[in-house]
């Protein structure tokens, strides 16, 4: 492997740095109320799915491999006929890698800190799933007819990302 020539630094992930891209899946900072009779709190409305009309939305789970820092990005990818969401089901941290445009100039880079999950909105450019801890995930995104993939190879470009 050649050397590392592009480190980007990931962020701590906010709700507010990572508007852009979607939203943040965290209790923190949202209304919740009881329910069931008191044994449980409700936080509604965490994210906004999306699906064309064509496909539906679906749940599955990730079971990631725990990666190494600093991680060589190989790999830009965007569902532009739905969104997709990942939440962590052990308390895994995880990296997400964004970007405004196909531009790698453009990228940016979140920590999770294992309580907080992520939605992309539909099109917005993420590299897959790097975790940094191995476990899984809650994935909800469209399946369906329709190419939802598009990708960009990044590799032999030297990007990385470290914490």
Excluded: K
């Excluded at 980007?8 to 009881?34: D, K, M, N, W």
């Excluded at 995880?94 to 909105?121: H, I, K, M, W, Y």
């Excluded at 191995?134 to 190419?147: K, S, T, W």
């Amino acid at each position: 492997m050649s050397p590392l020539v592009d480190a980007l630094r990931a962020e701590a992930l906010t709700a507010a740095a990572f508007a852009p891209y979607g939203q943040v899946i965290e209790c923190a900072g949202h209304a919740s109320y009881a329910i069931n009779a008191g044994s449980s709190q409700r936080f509604s409305d965490l994210a906004q799915l999306e699906s064309d009309a064509a496909g539906r939305l679906a749940l599955s789970i990730f079971r990631a491999a725990a990666q190494a820092l600093p991680c060589r990005l190989h790999t830009l990818e965007r569902h532009p006929l739905g969104s997709q969401a990942f939440v962590p089901l052990a308390g895994q941290r995880f990296v997400v890698v964004v970007a405004e445009t196909a531009d790698p100039g453009t990228l940016r880079a979140f920590v999770s800190d294992g309580r907080q999950g992520v939605n992309f909105r539909p099109a917005t450019w993420h590299h897959p799933l790097l975790a940094i801890d191995a476990g899984e995930f809650l994935v909800a995104d469209r399946i369906g007819p329709g190419d939802n993939c598009e990708v960009i190879d990044l590799a032999g470009r030297g990007l990385s990302v470290r914490c």
